[in-house]
């Protein structure tokens, strides 16, 4: 009679190395995830698992739970804004890198065993950025948090755009 669990107690004595190699990639992969370092996640509403949007940095933070928080005038209306983005975050979305820098006050913190690889732009830097959108209920404003790709693109220039859009504002 072959029971599961006979099965499985086979394959530990059998095989422990691979049990211990499945048992350390299920560790790892929990501990690239930003989403499992969020702090206080539930108040966070989410809009979209994963969005894309271009902008110019215009602001970047070192919160002291672990964090950055950064300012991205977007490009264009990829996302509907709150009133608190407007009023408070100077027209821009807030983009949040989890568990970034060492932590000032650890007790806020979830960054045990996780840093963020992605790199913190500097301010005037024209991005492309990935992440999941949220309404931050407690602050009342939209983010993308966590961000889990940002990259530095390079931006056409305005006077470009109209001539290959054949409108070269010489009419």
Request: aromatic share 6%.
């Amino acid at each position: 009679m072959n029971q599961p669990s006979y099965s499985i107690t086979m394959l530990c004595i059998k095989r422990p190395l691979l049990i211990i190699a499945l048992l350390l990639s299920v560790v790892v992969k929990a501990q690239e995830d930003p989403n499992d370092h969020i702090y206080e996640p539930e108040r966070l509403v989410t809009q979209k698992d994963t969005m894309t949007v271009t902008g110019t940095i215009v602001f970047v933070l070192n919160e002291i739970d672990g964090d950055y928080h950064i300012r991205l005038r977007m490009d264009s209306n990829y996302v509907k804004l709150s009133k608190k983005n407007y009023t408070r975050q100077d027209s821009c979305i807030v983009l949040e890198l989890v568990c970034a820098h060492q932590a000032i006050f650890p007790i806020s913190c979830k960054c045990q065993g996780y840093t963020n690889k992605v790199a913190i732009p500097e301010i005037g830097t024209h991005m492309q950025v990935t992440g999941r959108l949220v309404y931050d209920r407690r602050h009342k404003w939209t983010e993308l948090h966590p961000v889990y790709k940002m990259d530095e693109t390079k931006q056409i220039p305005t006077e470009l755009v109209r001539v290959r859009n054949g409108t070269s504002g010489t009419h």
